[in-house]
């Protein structure tokens, strides 16, 4: 496939997105925070909606999507703070739940999986920080020299989609499998809503500050 960038390209592209989604960021924080409260069926949930966000960060870099984001400081903005808020939304939900003391992570008032894969698919398409990844860090290793363009983008967008999937999905079940020992401990089951609340809130308000320098 003489589109993708040579072999030597290819394996730094590799490394330096390995080390991106080593680095705990918003959606890493989501997938744990969902893993400890609920298992690690809702951790993998989170990381399959997580990968169906990063997927429309793929189709969106194909058709310049990602580019109009950054050139229109409008456009940007609604994004971020659509997420913004977004995460706000769930850290105060959170709050407002009772705790489930003498209950097990499945059952109870746990949020269907379903739900749980579609607030982690929004909360990556609503990230400003993945369309910031595909507009200055993939466009480095597309040349319009070796043509197909969009493929490039495609093809380049999947590679990194399919690690984070592989990243995230560790990160729930390494989370998801402490969840167990945490909840034995009633005082984290009293105080685990808090927690998770502020973490939503936390990744709200990080979400809001972020990228504030429009360039």
Known sequence: ????????????????????????????????????????????????GIATGTLMHVLAACVGLSALLLSSATAFSAVKYAGAAYLFYLGIKKFRERARIGCDIHHGDAIP??????????????????????????????????????LQFFTLGMIFAFMGWASDSMWALVAGSTAHWLRGDERFIRNERYVTGSVYLGLGLATALSGSKHK
Do not use: C
Not at 9 to 34: C, D, K, M, N, Q
Not at 127 to 142: D, E, G, H, S
């Open 113 to 150: 999986l379903r739900k749980v894969f579609a607030q982690g698919a929004i909360v990556n398409v609503l990230n400003p920080k993945t369309a910031l990844f595909f507009f200055a860090f993939l466009p480095q290793f597309v040349s319009p020299v070796r043509g197909h363009v969009t």
């Open 1 to 48: 496939m003489s589109f993708l960038p040579s072999p030597h390209e290819l394996a730094w592209f590799s490394i330096a997105a390995i080390v991106l989604l080593l680095v705990p960021g918003p959606a890493v924080l989501y997938i744990v925070t969902r893993s400890v409260d609920q298992g690690r069926a809702a951790g993998l949930a989170s990381a399959a």
